[in-house]
């Protein structure tokens, strides 16, 4: 699997989720820094990890949906490649329009860094086939703009099309998100964008592994 993880200033997940690839795939990701290159059509994967791109001014994710190496993004999203958003990556998706909604001020109003259980809610998917439906899932969330809202049309079609890939359990919501949904996938079921950080349940190191199955999901899908 050749995957390229795409870095812009203020990211701070890229070795996180660098290493979680190369556990599952055997094959270290090519770290893009924005400015440098562009993207081709040689990768199999494209991730935007997390962090804080461009210190979150004007909105999280805003300006790096305007950067340069995001069109190549979006024009290869549109394609079919595969492209995984973790947390300040989920924000650049919606800023880029390429999932819907947007990410907004956890409700509490106060940064959220902790373990949570989310429910595995779609298995169809290249990103967690290898999970079960209805899985639970403890993972470490670390943001302060991660209430996902839509407008009721637009949730009732993510629910009603399963594009809810993991849901936030009764309890455990750390932001007020819309219907507990902490991440949604595009139409074409290729673009996943999630909140909490998968990357950092992979090792029994961190405390948890249950975010392996979603890199081994993909290098399964994509090998």
């Known amino acids: 699997m050749k995957a390229a993880v795409v870095v812009f200033p203020g990211s701070n997940r890229e070795h996180d989720v ?14 893009i820094w924005h400015g440098d290159a562009g993207l081709d059509d040689k990768y199999d994967l494209i991730v935007l990890p997390g962090g804080f791109s ?3 001014y004007l909105r999280c994710g805003a300006m790096a949906a305007h950067s340069p190496i995001t069109r190549d993004i979006i ?6 490649t595969p492209v995984l958003g973790i947390c300040n990556g989920f924000q650049i998706l919606t800023e880029t329009g390429l999932l819907p909604g947007a990410l907004m001020r956890n409700a509490s ?34 943001h302060g703009d991660g209430n996902y809202f839509a ?7 993510l629910e009603d099309e399963g594009r809810v890939a993991f849901r936030y359990v009764k309890g455990q919501n750390p932001n007020g998100a819309s219907r507990d949904i902490a991440g949604i996938l595009n139409a074409k079921r290729n673009v996943l964008g999630l909140m909490p950080h998968p990357e950092n349940a992979t090792d029994p190191l961190l405390g948890s592994t249950d975010g392996k199955a979603l890199f081994d999901s993909l290098a399964s899908a994509i090998s």
Do not use: I
Not at 75 to 80: D, E, N, P, V
Not at 113 to 135: D, H, I, L, P, W
């Open 54 to 56: 461009y210190g979150d």
């Open 18 to 31: 660098a290493k979680a690839l190369e556990r599952a795939s055997g094959s270290a990701p090519k770290l």
């Open 151 to 157: 407008d009721d049309e637009t949730l009732d079609r």
């Open 109 to 142: 109003l106060k940064f959220a860094s902790r373990y949570v259980t989310m429910r595995v809610e779609a298995t169809n998917t290249m990103f967690t086939s290898r999970y079960k439906a209805g899985q639970e899932l403890s993972v470490p969330v670390a």
């Open 75 to 80: 024009r290869q999203a549109s394609s079919g």
